[in-house]
C-alpha cells in the first residue's frame, strides 16, 4: 500500500514538472511569435553598437520612451563615439541632460565614457563582467548590451519581464525582496533562447510595455492566453507583488534669487545630496512651507550672507513641486534685488553671472522650469 501512494506521488509529481517545463517551452516560442508580428520601432532597434546601446539603455532606465528619444538623438549627434563623450566637459554633459531627472545616470556615464577612453583604449568592453562593472551599469543594462550587441546570453530583468512572468506563472513573492528578485532572475535566464538571446531580450521588453501592460493589459487577444495563470484566475491587477511601500520625505527649498543690476549668484551642489554637480541658488531649507517673509529673513544663513545689506525682497513664487524617488521637494523662489555694490557673504564656491547667460548652466527640474516659465504667480508682500 505505501509503495503503491509512493509511486503514485512520484508519477503525479513527474506530471507536474512536465507541465512546468510544457509551459515555460510555449512561453519563450510564443513571446517570438508574438514578437514577429509586434515589434515596436525605435532608432536605436537592431543596433549593434555597444556605445549607442549603452547610452539608449541609461537614458531609459526610469524613464518614458517619448521622453528619452530627444535625449538619445541630442547626445548621440553631439558625441557621436564614447571617446567624445569623454573628452566633453562636465557642465556640458550635465546640461543635455537637464530635464531627464536621476542626474547620477549622467555623471555615471560621463565617468565610465572617461575609463573606456583611458583604461579601455576607447574600445567598448565585450564581455558582461566587464560590461557590469562599469560605473552606473546594472544587471539589466549588462544583459541588455550584451545580448544586443554581442549575442551574449544573458536574460533581462526589469519591471515588464517581472509584471509579464508574475502574471504568466502567477508568482506572487514580491519583486522587492531578494528571495523574489533571485527567483525571477532564474526564471528569466531559464526562459531565455539562448540562439536569439537580444531577439528574445527585445521581445519580452515589448510584450511587457506595449501588450502586458500594467493597468490595461491585452489579454483578450493574448496568445498567452491558455497558459498564463493570472487570465485563468483572474489576478493580473493583483500581480506582480511588491512588499514595501514607496515613503517620500518632504523637504521645503527656499531659494534666494538675489538679483545685483544684471547679475546674479549661483553655485554647484558638491555636498553629499540630491542634484550633485548640478546649479542652484542661495538656499534657505526649512522644516515646512514659509509662508511669511520674516521667517526668512531672521534665518541665520539670510543673516550671515546678507547683513549689512539693503535689499528689496520684490516677490515670492508659488510653491512648485518635483518628485524624486525618496523625496518630494517643495521649492519657492523668492525674488530679491540687492541695491548698492554689497558682495553678499556666502563664502567659496559661488559665481556671479550675468542673468541672460543662466541658460549656460544645467540646473534641477524644478529651477529649469521656475526660469522658463517665470512662473512669479503669487504676490505675497
Ligand atoms: S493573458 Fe493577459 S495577463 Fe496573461 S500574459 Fe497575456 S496579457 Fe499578460
Redesign the pocket.
Known amino acids: 500500500m505505501v509503495n503503491q501512494s509512493k509511486t503514485l506521488q512520484t508519477f503525479t509529481g513527474s506530471i507536474i514538472m512536465e507541465k512546468e517545463i510544457q509551459k515555460k517551452k510555449l512561453f519563450t516560442k510564443n513571446l517570438l511569435k508574438w514578437h514577429g508580428t509586434n515589434h515596436r520601432s525605435m532608432p536605436w532597434k537592431g543596433e549593434k553598437n555597444p556605445y549607442l546601446i549603452w547610452l539608449s539603455e541609461i537614458i531609459l532606465q526610469q524613464t518614458r520612451v517619448e521622453q528619452g528619444l530627444p535625449y538619445f538623438e541630442k547626445f548621440k549627434s553631439k558625441y557621436p563615439t564614447v571617446r567624445d563623450l569623454a573628452h566633453a566637459p562636465e557642465d556640458e554633459v550635465m546640461k543635455l541632460w537637464e530635464g531627464l531627472g536621476y542626474y547620477s545616470r549622467a555623471r555615471n556615464l560621463h565617468a565610465a565614457a572617461k575609463f573606456i577612453t583611458s583604461d579601455l583604449n576607447g574600445i567598448f568592453p565585450n564581455e558582461y563582467d566587464q560590461i557590469r562593472n562599469l560605473k552606473g551599469v546594472g544587471p539589466y543594462t549588462a544583459a541588455a548590451i550584451a545580448s544586443f550587441a554581442f549575442n551574449l546570453p544573458f536574460a533581462v530583468v526589469d519591471g515588464n519581464v517581472y509584471?509579464?512572468l508574475s502574471?504568466?506563472f502567477g508568482i506572487d513573492e514580491p519583486i522587492d525582496s531578494s528571495a523574489g528578485k533571485k527567483l525571477f532572475a532564474q526564471l528569466a535566464q531559464e526562459l531565455l533562447d539562448e540562439k536569439q538571446p537580444g531577439n528574445y531580450n527585445q521581445a519580452i521588453m515589448d510584450?511587457g510595455a506595449t501588450?502586458?501592460?500594467p493597468a490595461l493589459?491585452?489579454?483578450?487577444k493574448?496568445?498567452?492566453?491558455i497558459?498564463?495563470?493570472?487570465?485563468q484566475n483572474n489576478t493580473?491587477d493583483k500581480?506582480p507583488v511588491k512588499s514595501k511601500k514607496l515613503k517620500r520625505t518632504q523637504r521645503f527649498f527656499n531659494y534666494l534669487i538675489i538679483n545685483q543690476k544684471d547679475k546674479i549668484f549661483i553655485k554647484k551642489r558638491k555636498e553629499k545630496d540630491i542634484w550633485q554637480n548640478l546649479y542652484d541658488f542661495p538656499l534657505i531649507e526649512t522644516g515646512s512651507l514659509v509662508e511669511e517673509q520674516n521667517f526668512i529673513l531672521k534665518h541665520k544663513n539670510w543673516q550671515r550672507w546678507m547683513s549689512g545689506s539693503t535689499v528689496n525682497i520684490q516677490r515670492v513664487s508659488a510653491p512648485m513641486k518635483q518628485d524624486l524617488t525618496h523625496q518630494r521637494i517643495v521649492a519657492r523662489f523668492w525674488e530679491i534685488e540687492l541695491l548698492g555694490e554689497y558682495i553678499p557673504e556666502m563664502g567659496n564656491g559661488w559665481l556671479t553671472v550675468i542673468r541672460e547667460n543662466l541658460e549656460e548652466y544645467a540646473f534641477p527640474k524644478v529651477i529649469a522650469v521656475y526660469l522658463r516659465q517665470k512662473l512669479l504667480t503669487l504676490e505675497l508682500f
Open positions: 509584471r509579464v502574471r504568466y510584450f501588450h502586458c501592460t493589459p491585452a489579454c483578450s493574448c496568445p498567452m492566453q497558459e498564463c495563470s493570472a487570465f493580473f500581480l
